[in-house]
Each structure stands twice: as structure tokens, then as C-alpha cells.
């Protein structure tokens, strides 16, 4: 530490003052109270909205490992269904992100005829995701190994957006508002024409 | 839970709430510490909202983060920010106080000096006593708490090179007080 700022380290309180001991319950009647406010927090889940999609998966419990993990959703956990059908364990589970969600399921074929995209090779919906910092939000997912199907780009409708797919080939189109954007201190061109960030 | 790291627990913590105490046992100390420098006995109250606040915005936390000190000392600098013009005062008193002390651990060489202890201790309290917020912050947290500049900067979201300028223009005003090197002693 260069000299200019010594004599201001000298004067930290606990090097003027003689040794106070203090008060030694503080920090247990604080981890109290914090404790307690945080067990009476009301709930953090959200009303389900009156519309919201059920996406099929052959494997639904690695899908939603993803989708938290890779992708930052966050699960309803206390909404998850478990259940034996058909000699194995399947789950309804619902992630949301902001104030949407999606249901999580095991593809169904005889009820409800939906099909995983891994079995169709196709897919009949794409998932529009609205992000707080797409920024951070892309440079984790691809951190976490997200095939992205659609480079991260200022889009000339005044969104930053990109697209990926997930494990068994649903797509997923997150995007930020350049209001957004803006808002949150971040830098976006005057006249977006599709280039990169 | 021991091995893991804060940003683990934090991630634990969204679906778990109780998971949280994990992170008030790792850091509430040093947390603490830190207020009751800043803003002396207001410091009891002000450390359950610290982590109230991280509490609330654990699930922005960055992950990439394993350490979650900066982070706590960030939200701690926010809550305390409020009180710039009290901590002004407290550091002029820390002067007088320290000039006390000197003045009594070595009357023989007061006495021999030409100047009083007291002008320049709050002489150094002068320079920083109304020094803007942010840099007030960063000068703290770098030289009383001792935090590398990649810390600071994450605790404060801001650029390591604002860190380091905002330090220089600290040096600068306290350079003209220029203690005496004799007196910086004890």
C-alpha cells in the first residue's frame, strides 16, 4: 500500500479505537431475524398464467437440468409431479422465466399425441423468451455448452436476440428490448441492420 | 455443504430458502466488521438488511463467481451509502482520537515538535471527509478492507480502470496533507 493512503488506514476505527469486544449475540440475533423473514417471505411462485405451452421430452428430468442449468430458468419447485407409468418414473415439472412458464413432460403418445422434436425431427413451435441482460444471459449459456442456432445479433426491429435448441431439438428465441438495454446501462448502434453486439 | 462454493449455495438457496444461513455464516463477520468501520453501533441492524437485500437478488447472482465477498461488500456499500455525511463526521472524530492517542504515547516528542498531532490527523480527515461518494467507497474498501482492485471493481460493477483512477485521486488529495513520516508511527 503506497504511503498516501496510510495515515487513512490509521484512522480505520478498530486501529483508533481502544479493542471493543462488542456485542458477541449481534451476529446470532441477526442470522435469527434474517432467517425468519426469509421463511415468511410470501411465495416466490407466480399465479400460472391462462395460457402456457406443456413441451414434450423423451427424457424430462435431463430437459429440465437443462433448462435451469443452461438456460436460467428457474423451476416452480414446489408444483413438480411425480408419478410411475409405464415401468418408469415421469414428471410434470414448470420453469418460468420472468412471467411466463412452460410446463415440462414426458412425451405422451397415446393420450395426447405429442411427440418429443428428437422422434419428428421437426418442431411446430419456437419459444419467445423475453431476458433481463441477454448479454450475460448468452455468454452463460454458451458457457454451459448451449447449441445455438442463431448467432446473438441487434435485430432492426430494436430487440437483441438469439436462438438455441435444446437437448432434444426445441427452440428457444431469447431476446432483450433495446429500451431495455438502454435502460440498464448498456450500449446498443443507432441503426441495428442484423450485425453482432 | 463446506466444500462447495458461495455460488453454489446461493444457486441452492432459490430452491431452498434455508440454504441461505450457509451464506450468513461465511461471510456475517467480515460483512459486519465492515459496517461497524463505516458507520459505527448502526451497524447491528444495517447487516440483516445487507443480506435481506442479497437475499432477494440471489437469483441474479453471477455464477461464474464462486466467491460471493465482493458481492456482499457491494450490497453492504449501498446500504451504508446513505449515511456519506455522518461517516463524514465519524472520520473527523477518529482524528481527534487518534491525536489523543498519539498525544499521550509520546508526550517527550509532541513536546519537541513544532506542530500539534491534532492538525494532522485532521488534516488527513479534512481531505477525505467530503470526498464524493464513489470514490469515498472505493478508497475504503481498498484500503481498509483491503480488497484487490478485480474485487472492488466486482463489488462495485464498475471497470477496474475506475477503480484504479478514482484511487489516484485519492492519493492526490491525501499527498498534500503529506504527513510528517515521524508522526506515522505506533
Known amino acids: ?197 | 455443504m463446506d466444500e462447495s462454493t458461495d455460488a453454489a449455495v446461493i444457486a441452492a438457496s432459490i430452491d431452498d430458502p434455508s440454504c441461505f444461513s450457509e451464506l450468513f455464516d461465511r461471510h456475517a463477520r467480515v460483512i459486519f466488521r465492515y459496517l461497524v468501520r463505516r458507520v459505527g453501533p448502526d451497524a447491528d441492524d444495517l447487516l440483516g438488511e445487507v443480506f435481506r437485500v442479497a437475499f432477494e437478488r440471489r437469483e441474479s447472482y453471477d455464477s461464474c463467481r464462486p466467491d460471493a465477498a465482493p458481492w456482499l461488500y457491494g450490497i453492504a456499500t449501498r446500504v451504508v451509502s446513505k449515511q456519506r455525511r455522518s461517516e463524514g463526521r465519524r472520520i473527523k472524530a477518529m482524528a481527534r482520537y487518534a491525536a489523543q492517542r498519539a498525544g499521550a504515547e509520546d508526550m517527550a516528542e509532541r513536546v519537541a515538535a513544532s506542530t500539534d498531532a491534532s492538525d494532522d490527523w485532521s488534516r488527513v480527515a479534512d481531505a477525505v471527509a467530503d470526498l464524493p461518494s464513489a470514490e469515498w467507497d472505493t478508497l475504503l474498501l481498498y484500503v481498509w478492507e483491503e480488497l484487490s482492485y478485480e474485487q472492488i471493481a466486482a463489488a462495485l460493477d464498475i471497470p477496474v480502470g475506475t477503480v484504479r483512477s478514482r484511487l489516484n485521486r485519492a492519493r492526490a488529495r491525501l499527498r498534500d496533507t503529506s504527513l510528517p513520516s515521524e508522526r506515522m508511527g505506533s
Not at chain 1, 24 to 40: D, G, N
Not at chain 1, 120 to 148: C, E, M, P, R, W
Open chain 1, 1 to 197: 500500500m503506497s504511503d498516501e493512503l496510510e495515515p487513512l488506514r490509521q484512522l480505520r476505527p478498530d486501529n483508533v479505537l481502544p479493542a471493543d469486544p462488542g456485542d458477541p449475540t449481534v451476529l446470532s440475533r441477526q442470522k435469527e431475524q434474517l432467517m425468519s423473514t426469509i421463511a415468511h417471505e410470501p411465495e416466490t411462485t407466480l399465479q400460472l398464467p391462462d395460457i402456457y405451452p406443456r413441451v414434450a421430452y423423451n427424457d424430462e428430468f435431463a430437459a429440465l437440468d437443462y433448462l435451469v442449468s443452461v438456460f436460467g430458468f428457474t423451476e416452480l419447485r414446489e408444483a413438480r409431479m411425480e408419478h410411475e407409468w409405464d415401468g418408469r418414473t415421469q414428471m410434470h415439472a414448470w420453469v418460468r422465466m420472468g412471467a411466463g412458464v412452460v410446463m415440462i413432460s414426458h412425451a405422451n403418445h397415446d393420450v395426447h399425441r405429442i411427440y418429443s422434436p428428437s422422434e419428428l425431427g421437426n418442431t411446430t413451435a419456437i419459444f419467445h423468451v423475453k431476458v433481463h441482460d441477454i448479454d450475460s444471459q448468452y455468454a452463460k449459456a454458451v458457457a454451459q455448452g448451449a447449441d445455438v442456432t442463431m448467432e446473438l445479433e441487434d435485430a432492426f426491429y430494436g430487440e437483441r436476440r438469439y436462438e438455441a435448441t435444446d437437448l432434444e431439438g426445441h427452440r428457444w428465441h431469447f431476446a432483450e428490448s433495446h429500451d431495455a438495454i438502454r435502460a440498464r446501462g448498456g450500449e446498443v448502434p443507432d441503426d441495428p441492420q442484423g450485425g453482432k453486439p
